[in-house]
């Protein structure tokens, strides 16, 4: 259901089910007296009176109606007459009551409410109503209970007074008091669920303008009338008690919600929800009150959060919010969850002044657990599925992310580990686990990679048990523990696994231990973000390309660069103007170094590529899109192992770690806009030294090679760089190779040469180390020792690595210098073709003659 219908169907569901709670209140035997009711030139039991600090109150005009302004206290008194109370004489069963204020609605935020005399004295407060702003009339309803509307205010010659809070541009045009034997409020408890809708409609669902929230103001962006977050970045919201109150919903525990937003795309920067929560894992009760809906940690960010993409559109996203308990502990005892935008530096310079604005907001109960069979999102509208999913497991496990602990499908017990107050005890021997049926289900991802972290105490081991396409029961390699008493980090790599529910108690895996005292914390599943991935979908080989005996110009391209403004991968005019000025300078493909751990993956890899394609497709003759491919991503992988700890490409995990990089990348770019050279995508292997890999092994890259077809129908092109076998004896097999850092080539040297690839730069500075670029000289030396070797390839290093000062796109210090040299050498590189010649010669002298033979002095 799109949004544009949603909240409209929602409200009047949850307007329906108010009304007939409310039709069956009275035929329970609720009684209601008809209204008094006051105007500006009429009164029915119900008189304004001009007394006290209530006596310069002005009669006025505004909106067509006439209307009385607060005195200059800011009030309006009341008196309901005695013959409609009767309260002193005769205590009245009417004890509830309604009043509702018409009102001129010219200024945002200014709040007002009711001072009543009740049972607990005579300046009782009633909740807050608000303005917004928006130049209308609007009825404010206040429902107040122990009500006897005794004189005992303005010199007991009052009932209940208006109250503006010292503001005194307030305009009243009517009021009607209502009075019950039964609290008048509309009971939400069995609506499907409540709503609020900008600017001032609430439907079960109230917005708090008050403390860190009051300043909310109402806007107008792309057509709709919407509210801004506060100065504070903040929104506060109600959800009525009679929907959910103490974590019990019509007296069963409540369970999981949805809420769903609608917000206006505007900048960058991120928001987020913080509610009322029984969270277990909150350190205090402050922190069970602001439980943030993406959970206990900021590396956990893939889903339930948002990240602005600057559209300038209305977009919509749905938070799946478990263990919620809404006890209205937020804002002093008032609200049960808020809309937060931190207003940090770094996300001040994201969002450029840009408040968030919303103008529906929807909560409702959700009849079965989000992540057995939610569709969830990933961290912005549009983003597809999450990058992982995955669970906290405690005694309370973090939920609304995907992966669900299944208890009655295998017994745990709850306990101290490494720790650790709050873990998971395979007690029985196992914990189950069902993956998310919209993540992955019936076999349709084709390598999936489960993390376990677990207590790594002394003795035993550990294993899964996963539903594979040939048996409901496949087991893993047997992972022992080394008795550190460290928290420890392991992913299986599944290449076959079908999650169909078909274990006991429609689980997809379970974590089998050798002995009862297997502690386990975090639980992640993986597979390729993307939709052009089989067999999701039908991976097109791709059509025309290159040949392996085509003369290329390529570029490694850094697609990582986040200042916001103005060079920004997040930006497409960024990211349209470097494919631009590539294809000015005759370069037919890049290499992308795709950041492509799952922390960085998740927050910039994914737009980062998604931005990639998006101008690709609308920039002619784009150049075309490959990977290079870099360990550096697993040494820094917080997620799926250990983080910054040597990398050992002998262990499966790891191996699969690999593939899994090119697979993520490749899952996001359509098959027609790959570089391919004899129609396989290519893909660059960078090397890694011994300060981040330990070992290095062919299988890794045999693994990649068979997984990568199995995943998109053709094997990849591979360009290594020579470091992956030096000398030779390794038997790494591959089609071309490269060597790295040709920036930095020695002045007499200049560009790196291997068969069919050479590697040119124009020059490197990152401090330490310098190669001058000599106003371009270094760089043309490398081109013509290029174009005079007639290379297959020449490899660019680099288009936009700045921080080593090694780029030739345009820039403050260079202009479009090198883009000018780039293209008058490649077009010399292409133009020369001695496929057809009868001999090649060169004639020698201070300045050589080539034709098709080169003399390479270096």
């Known amino acids: 259901m799109s949004w544009a219908t949603a909240p409209l169907r929602l409200a009047m569901r949850v307007l329906l089910a108010a009304i007939v709670l409310g039709a069956l209140a009275l035929h329970a035997g609720a009684q209601t007296e008809s209204p008094v009711v006051w105007t500006p030139t009429s009164s029915t039991g119900l008189l304004l009176k001009r007394v006290g600090d209530g006596t310069d109150a002005l009669d006025t005009f505004a909106g067509g109606r006439a209307a009385v302004r607060v005195s200059s206290s800011g009030y309006l008194y009341y008196d309901v007459d005695d013959n409609y109370v009767n309260n002193r004489i005769n205590p009245s069963p009417y004890t509830f009551a309604r009043i509702d204020v018409e009102y001129f609605d010219d200024a945002a935020g200014r709040p007002f409410f009711i001072h009543y005399s009740a049972t607990g004295g005579c300046f009782t407060a ?14 404010a309803r206040f429902y107040i209970g122990n009500v006897r509307f005794e004189d005992c205010q303005a010199g007991n010659t009052a009932s209940f007074r208006v109250n503006a809070r010292g503001w005194t541009e307030l305009k009243v045009g009517r009021v009607a008091v209502t009075r019950s034997t039964t609290d008048l409020r509309p009971s939400f408890g069995t609506a499907e669920g409540v709503a609020f809708i900008a600017p001032s409609s609430e439907l079960g669902l109230r917005l708090k303008k008050v403390g860190e929230g009051a300043d909310v103001p109402t806007v107008a962006l792309g057509g709709r009338t919407g509210l801004s977050v506060s100065s504070q970045g903040q929104m506060f919201f109600d959800v009525d008690d009679t929907f959910i109150k103490d974590g019990l919903s019509g007296g069963q525990p409540a369970g999981e919600v949805a809420v769903e937003g609608s917000y206006f795309d505007q900048r960058y920067g991120f928001f987020y929800l913080q509610y009322d929560s029984d969270a277990s894992l909150a350190a205090d009760a402050v922190q069970r009150a602001f439980w943030q809906s993406f959970g206990p940690s900021f590396d956990l960010q893939s889903n339930n959060i948002v990240y602005l993409q600057n559209t300038a559109t209305w977009k919509t996203y749905t938070f799946y919010l478990a263990n919620v308990r809404f006890s209205n502990r937020q804002l002093e005892g008032v609200a049960d969850f808020r809309i937060f935008q931190p207003q940090s530096a770094d996300n001040a310079i994201a969002s450029q002044g840009y408040r968030l604005t919303i103008d529906k907001v929807t909560v409702t109960k959700l009849a079965s657990p989000a992540d057995r069979t939610a569709r969830l999102e990933g961290n912005y509208s549009g983003a ?86 040939t048996t409901q029961s496949k087991p893993t390699e047997t992972v022992p523990r080394t008795g550190t008493g460290l928290w420890r980090r392991y992913t299986f790599y599944l290449p076959d696994a079908y999650f169909g529910n078909r274990q006991s108690g429609a689980a997809d895996f379970r974590i089998t231990a050798t002995t009862a005292d297997l502690a386990v914390r975090h639980v992640y599943v993986q597979r390729a973000p993307g939709p052009y991935v089989r067999p999701r979908a039908s991976v097109a080989t791709a059509s025309g390309g290159f040949t392996s005996r085509q003369r290329l110009v390529l570029v490694h391209y850094f697609p990582v660069f986040d200042g916001y403004r103005p060079y920004s991968f997040r930006n497409v005019d960024t990211v349209r103007k470097d494919l631009v000025d590539m294809r000015a300078a005759g370069i037919d493909g890049m290499l992308v170094w795709y950041l492509g751990n799952t922390t960085d993956q998740i927050n910039m890899g994914i737009p980062a590529v998604r931005n990639l394609v998006a101008v690709a497709r609308q920039v002619a003759n784009a150049p075309k899109i490959g990977l290079l491919l870099d360990p550096v991503h697993i040494f820094h992988e917080k997620i799926a192992r250990q983080p910054d700890t040597l990398i050992d490409f002998t262990a499966t995990s790891n191996k699969g770690l690999y593939l ?127 174009v005079g070797k007639g290379m297959h390839r020449v490899l660019i290093d680099t288009w936009n690595y700045w921080v080593e000062g090694a780029a030739i796109a345009e820039s403050a210090e260079y202009s479009r210098r090198y883009i000018d040299l780039t293209a008058q050498y490649a077009a010399q590189l292409k133009a020369r073709d001695y496929a057809r010649a009868d001999r090649v010669s060169v004639l020698l002298g201070p300045t050589n003659q080539a034709d098709g033979l080169y003399q390479d002095e270096t």
């Open 384 to 469: 597809g599925d999450p990058v992982m999913v995955w669970t906290r497991l405690a005694s309370r496990n973090e939920q609304g992310h995907g992966l669900y602990q299944i208890e009655s499908a295998a017994p745990t017990s709850v306990g101290p580990a490494c720790g650790e107050q709050q873990v998971r005890v395979a007690s029985g021997g196992a914990i189950a686990f069902d993956v998310n049926d919209q993540y992955a289900k019936d076999g349709n991802a084709n390598n999936v990679y489960v993390t376990v972290e677990f207590c790594d105490a002394v003795g035993g081991a550990l294993a899964l048990s996963y539903d594979a396409r």
């Open 660 to 786: 899994k990089l090119a697979e993520d990348f490749f899952s996001q770019v359509p098959s027609d806009l790959w570089l391919t050279i004899d129609g396989r995508p290519v893909i660059a292997l960078y090397y890694q030294g011994s300060d981040m890999v330990s070992a290095y092994d062919k299988t890794v890259i045999a693994l990649l090679v068979s997984g990568f077809e199995a995943s998109f129908g053709v094997k990849p092109y591979l360009i290594a760089d020579f470091h992956w076998d030096e000398r030779g004896d390794r038997g790494v097999v591959v089609d071309d190779w490269f060597a790295w850092g040709a920036g930095a080539a020695p002045a007499a040297f200049p560009g790196f040469a291997l068969p069919h690839t050479m590697a040119i730069g124009p020059g490197f500075n990152e401090g330490a180390r310098v190669r001058d670029r000599e106003g371009g000289a270094f760089y043309e030396r490398g081109w013509r020792r290029a």
């Open 126 to 139: 009633s909740e807050d109503a608000f303005l917004t702003g928006d130049g209308t009339w609007k009825t």
